[in-house]
């Protein structure tokens, strides 16, 4: 079996973090057993490129089970946790390709090892497997059943590539489900990116300006858990309807202009390009720090910032300080990549529980419906995301009430008023 991992002797600690992620993904347990038993993914090949966690070796082992052979390959040069990947290839004999802290070449060369043994199935967070099968090696679409995108970035992507009716075969956007982005999004970005700013920078988040750059679901849970820890939060947006939302939500609103001016730090999730640029920086404070927790590196113009800086020297791990003529001190965090798995360990395995339960429910939805689809980006499933959402609840013991009949009759009656 080919791989590309750091370390194999970090497979014992990789082996114990693992299991303890397992602790809190009883979803995906109970599919992984039933996976088992019925071998839904009976001699499918899957090429996953996702962030290299204890969650995702999880959800390997799952795919695993259901009879897939999996290859996987990081989908972001920070995120990778060498541990892991080690346990993959050791215990698993899945192929990992993924090396935290490689190179732009060297994180493409692994992109296409997890795909050069042509794949049925992409698992994409972001959008790069389907990006390489499209742009260099085209042949290989013909012989995908599909494949499925877990982040918002990626569903962007793949929504425009099928616009412009160059997808060639049919995705389904994971993201979208509820039990997905309610609450990986909200609360798994909420608290996951505060942990990476807290682990980088030790800062007190009580009476600390923050602002948030996007009130999305990701923006609205880092506010939420910043407001929760004292902090005093600022958004900026550009969509009107979310920054009114921002606003009720009891948050100031302001342009980034007015707001860079305030900040202690500053955290994007908009999946835009250059929401932070070198105007910002020239009006920060002495001592801003600055993250993003967007999917790509993109949403601070670092280019600019290398290029105005006087000097730059890392002072802590995942800190880097950028002096400013005239003196000033910027702090970029984790390089500007994804915060919360560059300087801490991504979303708790809690919510990763639900996200990769639709993953593994949509992998085998693709295969029974294996040639019945068009090329397209299709939403999860309805029977899917309710599915999960039952599991979960009885994974935490939360039962809830039934509609009585005359409750059913009064909601399918349009005759009834007051
Ligand atoms: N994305 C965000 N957090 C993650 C995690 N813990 N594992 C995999 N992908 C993630």
Redesign the pocket.
Known sequence: MDYDVLDKSLADRGRLRIEWAARNMPVLAMIEERFRRELPLKDIKISAC??V????ANLARTLKAGGAEVRLCASNPL?TQDDVASALVEDEGIGVYAIRGIDSEGYYKHIRSALDFSPHITMD?GADLVFTVHSEMAEMADSVIGGTE?TTTGVIRLRSMSQEGALKYPIVAVNDAMTKHFF?NRY??GQ?SLDGVLRATNMLLAGSAVVIAGYGWCGRGIASRAKGMGSRVIVTEVDPLKALEAAMDGFSVMPMEEAAKIGDLFITVTGDISVIRVEHFNLMKEGAMVANSGHFNVEIDLEDLEKIKTSKRTVRDNVDEYVLPGGKRIYILGEGR?I??AAA?????MV?DM?FANQALCAEHLVKNRGKLEPGVYPVPEEIDSYVSRLKLDALAVSIDTLTEKQKKYLASWKMGT
């Not at 966690?53 to 995702?56: I, L, N, S």
């Not at 360990?345 to 395995?349: C, F, I, N, R």
């Open positions: 996702l962030h966690t204890t969650e995702t995120s967070d877990e990986d798994g970005t996951s994804l919360n798995l360990e991504g979303h708790p395995a990763m996200s």
